[in-house]
Nanobody, 113 residues
Framework: QVQLVESGGGLVQPGESLRLSCASSRSLSSINIIHWYRRAPGKEREWVAQITSIIGTSYAASVKGRFTISRDNAKNTVYLQMNNLKPEDTAVYYC???????WGQGTQVTVSS
């Protein structure tokens, strides 16, 4: 199983930005689909974004236009650039590789107010 480690979370004010990273223990060159999910306190886990090597990117309606998912295969890392953050974006964010079933431990994003 691939080990995934998320980082880059923190406390920000509304309107500010964060870039999350998901570092893989092995090469991502052959991994076609990678997701970001999030879970807010007391809420169900929700899908945020995905990136595929074949057809590009896709986003949940709630983050479309504000978030950008990308990957750097040379660094074995997937990113989630989050701009214009809102309080409702507060959650623990996870990356996920469905073909492998791997999840990271999550990184906390808190948007004040």
């Amino acid at each position: 199983q691939v080990q995934l480690v998320e980082s880059g979370g923190g406390l920000v004010q509304p309107g500010e930005s964060l870039r999350l990273s998901c570092a893989s223990s092995r090469s991502l060159s052959s991994i076609n689909i990678i997701h970001w999910y999030r879970r807010a306190p007391g809420k169900e886990r929700e899908w945020v974004a995905q990136i595929t090597s074949i057809i590009g990117t896709s986003y949940a309606a709630s983050v479309k236009g504000r978030f950008t998912i990308s990957r750097d295969n040379a660094k074995n890392t997937v990113y989630l650039q989050m701009n214009n953050l809102k309080p409702e974006d507060t959650a623990v964010y996870y990356c996920h590789i469905p073909i492998d079933g791997s999840w990271g431990q999550g990184t906390q994003v808190t948007v004040s107010s």
